[in-house]
C-alpha cells in the first residue's frame, strides 16, 4: 500500500492556473502508475489524467488536454498536476490514485487514493 497526500489546491479566478502535488510514501513509488480524478458535488468521480510508472505515456480527458499537465518526479516520490487555463467547469475535489498495473481512466483501476483538494474556479 502506497501512502498519498495532495496538496496545492485552492481558489482560483478563471483563466488562472494551479500546479498540484502528490506527495507518495509507503511503497516504491516509481512500481505505480498514477491517475489524477475529480469529484464535483452531486457528481461521480471523473477521470482527469494518467502517467505510466517511468511517465513515458500520458492520458488525458478530452475536456484538459491542452490545459492540464500530468508529471512525476520519481525521485521525490511526487506526482504533478499542472492546471492552466482554469474553468469553472473545473472545480472539484482533485484526488491523485495509484495503480500496481497501469494507467487507467476509470477509478477502480487504482488500489490506493489520496484524501483530495478542493479546486475552485471563480468567474
Known amino acids: 500500500q502506497v501512502q498519498l497526500v495532495e496538496s496545492g489546491g485552492g481558489l482560483v479566478q478563471v483563466g488562472g492556473s494551479l500546479r498540484l502535488s502528490c506527495a507518495a510514501s509507503?511503497?516504491?513509488?516509481?512500481?505505480?502508475?498514477m491517475g489524477w480524478f475529480r469529484q464535483a458535488p452531486g457528481n461521480e468521480r471523473e477521470f482527469v489524467a494518467a502517467?505510466?510508472?517511468?511517465?513515458?505515456?500520458?492520458y488525458y480527458t478530452d475536456s484538459v488536454k491542452g490545459r492540464f499537465t500530468i508529471s512525476r518526479d520519481n525521485a521525490k516520490n511526487t506526482l504533478y498536476l499542472q492546471m492552466n487555463s482554469l474553468k469553472p467547469e473545473d472545480t472539484a475535489v482533485y484526488y491523485c490514485?495509484?495503480?500496481?498495473?497501469?494507467?487507467?481512466?476509470?477509478?477502480?483501476?487504482?488500489?490506493?487514493w489520496g484524501q483530495g483538494t478542493q479546486v475552485t474556479v471563480s468567474s
Open positions: 490514485a495509484a495503480s500496481y498495473y497501469s494507467a487507467s481512466d476509470v477509478p477502480r483501476g487504482y488500489d490506493d
Open positions: 509507503g511503497r516504491t513509488f516509481s512500481r505505480y502508475a
Open positions: 502517467i505510466s510508472r517511468i511517465g513515458s505515456s500520458t
